[in-house]
């Protein structure tokens, strides 16, 4: 039995850490086939947006997305290639375990140690269980000159999918995902099996409601999400945005990390928050987002089924 466990975490694992396309060298790639929203009106322009690369202008200024600083030139969408290393090298469940990122630029293969500040922090981090059910947004800390680093305790044995959200100083911001294996208990031979779920959630001190524009989400097209958060009274900007949104496939293989496109005052004491994104493929996604009230932070989930174009 202890054999077979072995096996079939390895083979969770392998299937968990199948490498999908960062989401934002897609969209970089896109902005430099031409699929470009220019500031200027068309004008060809020099200055993007590093965080979202399909925004360009021709003179310096910021993102109306986002708020990041635009930069000149082309889109370095060069990979980092991270090296998660844990400790105790078997982590246990409910018992302290240290993951350590090392980074390393791909032109000079040495240590990353600087990093531009995004969102109001260096380093994001999203660390989600198998089941779905454990979900942690944090922000690993440093010393000068040393790896970020995270202490966590794991709720339970299982398999755990880790995404890593920074943006290196002369590169791009990068979405780098790993998997971390809790032993001690049966590991599901296959993704969790989740039900759509639309239904309004009440949240620590909020009432959220969803719906997607189109009603009918497909795979890879566009899709905006709007949530309506009642009462608006008391919402503020948490990490220097109005919400943060994780979408995860129920299978943990593609992960992405959003802020809201806009956020409009509605009637009725409410606002909404829009997020925008095209899902890579067919499924159900648990989407996680995370907004502040009276200095609360509120987090919901929704689950949101994706068919595949044609069906």
């Given at each position: 039995m202890l054999r077979f466990s072995v096996i079939l975490a390895v083979?969770?694992?392998?299937?968990?850490?199948?490498?999908?396309?960062?989401?934002?060298?897609?969209?970089?790639?896109?902005?430099?086939?031409?699929?470009?929203?220019?500031?200027?009106g068309g004008v060809a322009a020099s200055f993007y947006c590093p965080m979202d690369p399909d925004v360009r202008s021709v003179t310096p200024g910021t993102c109306p997305r986002c708020r990041m600083t635009l930069v000149e030139g082309a889109p370095d969408i060069s990979?980092?290639?991270?090296?998660?290393?844990?400790?105790?090298?078997?982590?246990?469940?409910?018992e302290t375990t240290r993951l350590t990122f090392g980074l390393t630029d791909p032109r000079t293969s040495r240590?990353?140690?600087?990093?531009?500040?995004?969102h109001e922090r260096l380093y994001h981090l999203f660390l989600v269980s198998q089941d779905l059910t454990f979900f942690l947004h944090t922000h690993p800390e440093r010393a000068p000159d040393e790896d970020f680093h995270l202490?966590?305790?794991?709720?339970?044995?299982?398999v755990y999918r880790v995404l890593s959200d920074f943006y290196p100083t002369g590169g791009t911001p990068q979405l780098i995902t790993d998997t971390v294996i809790v032993p001690g208990g049966a590991i599901a031979p296959a993704p969790?099996?989740?039900?759509?779920?639309?239904?309004?959630?009440?949240?620590?001190?909020?009432?959220?409601?969803l719906r997607t524009i189109p009603?009918?989400?497909?795979?890879?097209?566009?899709?905006?999400?709007?949530?309506?958060?009642?009462?608006?009274?008391?919402?503020?900007?948490?990490?220097?945005?109005?919400?943060?949104?994780?979408?995860?496939?129920?299978?943990?293989?593609?992960?992405?990390?959003?802020?809201?496109?806009?956020?409009?005052?509605?009637?009725?004491?409410?606002k909404e928050l829009q997020f925008d994104m095209a899902f890579p493929r067919g499924g159900v996604y648990r989407i996680w987002v995370q907004f502040q009230r009276l200095g609360v932070v509120n987090t919901v989930a929704f689950n949101v089924a994706v068919e595949e174009p044609g069906l």
């Open positions: 083979v969770v694992f392998c299937l968990l850490t199948a490498k999908a396309p960062d989401p934002r060298v897609r969209a970089a790639l896109d902005a430099l086939a031409g699929h470009v929203h220019d500031l200027d990979e980092y290639p991270l090296d998660l290393e844990v400790s105790p090298p078997i982590p246990r469940a409910n240590p990353v140690r600087r990093f531009e500040v995004v202490d966590v305790r794991f709720p339970k044995a299982g969790t099996v989740i039900a759509a779920d639309r239904t309004p959630k009440d949240t620590e001190n909020a009432h959220v409601v009603e009918r989400v497909v795979a890879r097209q566009r899709t905006s999400l709007r949530l309506r958060l009642t009462p608006a009274e008391g919402l503020e900007t948490y990490l220097g945005a109005w919400g943060h949104m994780l979408a995860a496939s129920a299978d943990l293989i593609d992960m992405v990390h959003g802020h809201p496109m806009a956020a409009i005052d509605n009637s009725g004491g409410a």
